[in-house]
């Protein structure tokens, strides 16, 4: 149809090439929680990861044969989506991922993301929060909306929500007074070597 709205990003690929590609980032994304890549590619994958756990949450026998024909590594995954991560959300009622922008990783500064399953070991925003809350603690300052808001957003679904993020925010005050933010160096990629700019 001329002129309609494209349901999908179709990402430069073939069909078959993009399903593959949707299909090694999900798999990817429930084995290690946590993946970046760039932003285009996180939000269609995020789509398919959103449809999975809601696969898993139903837990028949239908969906766990349409799980099983999604991830590369069915044996491994199947059973994880559908006790680990069904048990996780089963009282969220939808986005059990997020997309969070970050600097470009790539050398051709292609707009970079970090997809990630929420209330997870590995949730950014949730040891972001908490590291703001122990910043300000540490400063003797009062928490504003936005903090508070992020507060209650983090912890409303999550198992112990309250009480994980109080031992994070210890942690990351423990290392404050150790003079140690928790933050490594990170070596920036240069977007161009030294030939090409002499040139």
């Known amino acids: 149809m001329a002129g309609g709205h494209m349901k999908y990003r179709t990402l430069s690929r073939t069909s078959s090439h993009r399903q593959a590609l949707l299909r090694n980032l999900v798999t990817s994304l429930f084995k290690h929680e946590s993946i970046s890549t760039t ?6 994958a995020q789509r398919l990861a959103e449809k999975l756990v809601t696969l898993g949450k139903k837990n028949t026998a239908a969906s766990k044969r349409r799980a099983t024909e999604i991830f590369f590594e069915p044996h491994e995954l199947v059973p994880k989506l559908f006790s680990t991560i069904r048990k996780r959300y089963r009282d969220r009622p939808g986005g059990y991922t ?12 292609a707009a970079s993301a970090i997809l990630e399953l929420v209330d997870g070991p590995k949730d950014m925003r949730f040891a972001m929060t908490a590291k703001t809350v122990a910043r300000l603690r540490e400063e003797g300052k009062d928490l504003n909306e936005m ?5 209650t957003k983090v912890t409303r679904y999550m198992k112990n ?3 994980k993020l109080e031992s994070m925010i210890k942690k990351f005050r423990g290392l ?24």
């Open 98 to 109: 997020r997309v969070l922008r970050i600097e470009p990783i790539k050398e051709d500064q």
């Open 39 to 44: 932003w285009h590619k996180a939000k269609e």
């Open 161 to 163: 929500g309250e009480n």
């Open 147 to 151: 903090t508070q808001g992020n507060i």
């Open 176 to 199: 404050m007074q150790d003079g140690d933010e928790g933050v490594t160096t990170v070596k920036q990629k240069k977007v161009y070597n030294k030939d090409a700019e002499s040139r």
